[in-house]
Nanobody, 119 residues
Framework: QVQFVESGGGLVQPGGSLRLSCAAP????????MGWYRQAPGKQRELVAR???????NYEDSVKGRFTISRDNAKNTVSLQMNDLKPEDTAVYYC?????????????WGQGTQVTVSA
């Protein structure tokens, strides 16, 4: 099975910005919508942003206006620009197809990238 590879996380103060990047397997990236997910301690993993193969985007309510998802079709990468970060954005961030079940037989979750928002 192939794996997604996330990068770009780190420690940032409230109000700061980070840009996450994900390298996705080409066979998945080309045909499926892609999503950024996050999992905070003690909580279930949730979808925060998605982008279709055609470029249409959707966001979870708490990140609307602050996060922007984009994709680079030439590089098979999907990015998440996160602005005005809040402590409640602290989580491990993952990328995967949306929904993940559609590729579960050929791809596994990556290690994720830790985002910590703290003063």
């Amino acid at each position: 099975q192939v794996q997604f590879v996330e990068s770009g996380g780190g420690l940032v103060q409230p109000g700061g910005s980070l840009r996450l990047s994900c390298a996705a397997p080409a066979m998945i990236f080309r045909f499926y919508a892609m999503g950024w997910y996050r999992q905070a301690p003690g909580k279930q993993r949730e979808l925060v942003a998605r982008i279709t193969s055609g470029g249409s985007t959707n966001y979870e309510d708490s990140v609307k206006g602050r996060f922007t998802i984009s994709r680079d079709n030439a590089k098979n990468t999907v990015s998440l620009q996160m602005n005005d970060l809040k402590p409640e954005d602290t989580a491990v961030y993952y990328c995967n197809a949306d929904p993940p079940s559609i590729v579960s037989g050929i791809a596994t979750w990556g290690q994720g990238t830790q985002v910590t928002v703290s003063a």
